[in-house]
């Protein structure tokens, strides 16, 4: 017979569990009556990546009122569970700094945390409940935080997820990812939710990599990825705030060009085979970043595009005598179209654009941005005929000047060095005086024969 000694409502037998539960300064349950309904609970398991996060603290707290109920290290593998009362229907997991936390850098591999470090969750509790706590969830709980009521009113979480979740094509970004400690773990993926999302995570990384020489690029990209979605989108903007230097491209097609190219980086790991064909067709393939446009798309095919392709065009409306490429960043669009190339011989121009609300076939110009993308470090030779006025840029460098009105006019070669990996492109054009309009972009590798470009060299 086993007997049980009672002290006041408590049991030695719950006295044990409750000591059982403490490791340091780690807790379960902070303030929750010692009686036996404390051990009304549910599991909380926490994941965080930047890749694997180790000897970090975990936070958790009540969304409703902030109350911390609970506080622990990761484990070893990057996961720590914790114990909640179950009438929390709504938390905010917190992660930061402690003594030697340390995470693997996808693209540099591994790095002490700084001491300021935060990255944070928001979610709804049912039942035992796994959460993963990334740079979009921090987005999110940015967001969140900016509407009426802030964290404390779960709606506010749950609309903040699906935003942010919608921005990058993610149904769920609180799921918690595989978390990646090593090259070699790429070569392990399988074609699961969690893998899936570690894929997609670590692309963000290395497509970071590219365009930042810091040697932490992971959390360059927590700095400034989480205050540019905290709106909602990629644009390279917190609300109207611009973000200083951030490690990506921040026209959503150029960035989404960029994030599958860091996705294939990633899956260079991995034999060939169907699974690594099924990643690439679920994942890479399937990556999309929400664009925003100003105005209407036009309905129909036009002859300086219709509504699908990897560049999109701006269209304005100029004053009439024009003489020159204005600054379209300071000018509102009246609509937008979608091309994969550039291809308008000279001809007359006399239709407007369908579904655009204006008549308007003379005295316009046209904003074209995109990818470009590079699959070998080489020497690229590019070129325009336009009529009237032409620019073309690479990573907001000047590559070609054909400015000015004129008569179909070429602008001569310029052939310049590019790196391996994803550029930004932007070629403008105006229409002065009616009728004949032409404009030809061409862009191939140094020493071939001319042809036009396309998005990928």
Same mark, same amino acid.
Request: include cysteine.
């Given at each position: 017979?086993?007997?049980?000694?009672?002290?006041? !409502?408590?049991?030695?037998?719950?006295? *044990?569990?409750?000591?059982?539960?403490?490791?340091?300064?780690?807790?379960?349950?902070?303030?929750?009556?010692?009686?036996?309904?404390?051990?009304?609970?549910?599991?909380?398991?926490? +994941?965080?990546?930047?890749?694997?996060?180790?000897?970090?603290?975990?936070?958790?707290?009540?969304?409703?009122?902030?109350?911390?109920? %609970?506080?622990?290290?990761?484990?070893?593998?990057?996961?720590?569970?914790?114990?909640?009362?179950?009438?929390?229907? *709504?938390?905010?997991?917190?992660?930061?700094?402690?003594?030697?936390?340390?995470?693997?850098?996808?693209?540099?591999?591994?790095?002490?945390?700084?001491?300021?470090?935060?990255?944070?969750?928001?979610?709804?509790?049912?039942g035992n409940t796994p959460l993963g706590v990334t740079v979009l969830t921090e987005a999110a709980v940015q967001l969140a935080e900016a509407l009426p009521d802030g964290?404390?009113?779960?709606?506010?979480?749950?609309?903040?997820?699906? $935003?942010?979740?919608?921005?990058?094509?993610?149904?769920?970004?609180?799921?918690?990812?595989?978390?990646?400690?090593?090259?070699?773990?790429?070569?392990?993926?399988?074609?699961?939710? *969690?893998?899936?999302?570690?894929?997609?995570?670590?692309?963000?990384?290395?497509?970071?990599?590219?365009?930042? %020489?810091?040697?932490?690029?992971?959390?360059?990209? @927590?700095?400034?990825?989480?205050?540019?979605?905290?709106?909602?989108?990629?644009?390279?903007?917190?609300?109207?705030?611009?973000?200083?230097?951030?490690?990506?491209?921040?026209?959503?097609?150029?960035?989404?060009? /960029?994030? $599958?190219?860091?996705?294939?980086?990633?899956?260079?790991?991995?034999?060939?085979?169907?699974?690594?064909?099924?990643?690439?067709?679920?994942?890479?393939?399937?990556?999309?970043?929400?664009?925003?446009?100003?105005?209407? &798309?036009?309905?129909?095919?036009?002859?300086?595009?219709?509504?699908?392709? $990897?560049?999109?065009?701006?269209?304005?409306?100029?004053?009439?005598?024009?003489?020159?490429?204005?600054?379209?960043?300071?000018?509102?669009?009246?609509?937008?179209?979608?091309?994969?190339?550039?291809?308008?011989?000279?001809?007359?121009? +006399?239709?407007?654009?369908?579904?655009?609300? !204006?008549?308007?076939?003379?005295?316009?110009? &046209?904003?074209?941005?995109?990818?470009?993308?590079?699959?070998?470090?080489?020497?690229? !030779?590019?070129? +325009?005929?336009?009529?009237?006025?032409? $620019?073309?840029?690479?990573?907001?460098?000047?590559?070609?000047?054909?400015?000015?009105?004129?008569?179909?006019?070429?602008?001569?070669?310029?052939?310049?060095?590019?790196?391996?990996? @994803?550029?930004?492109?932007?070629?403008?054009?105006?229409?002065?005086?009616?009728?004949?309009?032409?404009?030809? &972009?061409?862009?191939?590798? /140094?020493?071939?024969?001319?042809?036009?470009?396309?998005?990928?060299?």
């Amino acid at each position: 017979m086993v007997t049980v000694r009672r002290f006041g !409502s408590l049991t030695v037998l719950t006295m *044990a569990i409750m000591l059982a539960g403490c490791n340091g300064n780690d807790h379960d349950i902070a303030g929750a009556s010692p009686t036996p309904t404390a051990l009304a609970v549910n599991t909380v398991t926490i +994941t965080p990546s930047l890749g694997r996060i180790q000897n970090a603290r975990a936070i958790i707290r009540n969304a409703r009122t902030g109350v911390e109920l %609970a506080n622990r290290l990761l484990g070893s593998n990057g996961s720590v569970q914790m114990q909640i009362p179950k009438s929390v229907d *709504a938390v905010v997991v917190e992660i930061k700094t402690d003594t030697g936390s340390q995470y693997f850098d996808e693209a540099k591999g591994i790095q002490p945390l700084p001491a300021d470090f935060r990255m944070r969750t928001a979610g709804r509790i049912n039942g035992n409940t796994p959460l993963g706590v990334t740079v979009l969830t921090e987005a999110a709980v940015q967001l969140a935080e900016a509407l009426p009521d802030g964290l404390t009113k779960p709606a506010n979480i749950d609309s903040a997820l699906d $935003k942010v979740g919608k921005a990058v094509g993610i149904d769920n970004i609180n799921l918690p990812p595989t978390p990646i400690s090593a090259d070699s773990d790429y070569a392990a993926l399988k074609n699961t939710p *969690a893998d899936q999302y570690a894929l997609q995570l670590a692309g963000l990384v290395k497509a970071a990599a590219e365009h930042t %020489a810091s040697l932490t690029p992971a959390l360059e990209l @927590v700095n400034s990825l989480a205050k540019d979605l905290s709106d909602g989108q990629v644009d390279g903007k917190a609300g109207a705030a611009v973000i200083a230097s951030p490690p990506y491209p921040t026209l959503p097609l150029v960035f989404a060009e /960029a994030w $599958k190219f860091g996705m294939e980086d990633a899956l260079d790991a991995m034999p060939e085979g169907d699974l690594k064909n099924q990643l690439r067709t679920d994942v890479v393939d399937a990556a999309e970043v929400q664009d925003v446009t100003t105005g209407p &798309v036009v309905t129909d095919d036009t002859d300086f595009g219709s509504n699908a392709g $990897k560049w999109k065009g701006e269209i304005y409306l100029l004053p009439i005598g024009t003489p020159q490429l204005p600054d379209f960043s300071l000018l509102t669009p009246i609509g937008a179209l979608y091309t994969s190339e550039i291809n308008i011989t000279p001809r007359s121009f +006399t239709d407007p654009f369908p579904g655009v609300p !204006s008549n308007r076939f003379e005295w316009f110009g &046209v904003r074209y941005q995109g990818p470009l993308t590079i699959q070998a470090t080489g020497d690229y !030779s590019f070129s +325009t005929l336009s009529d009237d006025g032409s $620019k073309l840029y690479i990573d907001d460098q000047l590559i070609i000047n054909n400015d000015g009105q004129h008569a179909p006019s070429s602008s001569g070669v310029n052939t310049i060095a590019l790196s391996k990996g @994803v550029h930004t492109l932007r070629i403008e054009y105006f229409q002065g005086p009616a009728t004949q309009i032409a404009l030809q &972009v061409y862009g191939y590798k /140094a020493g071939s024969p001319q042809q036009l470009l396309t998005p990928v060299l």
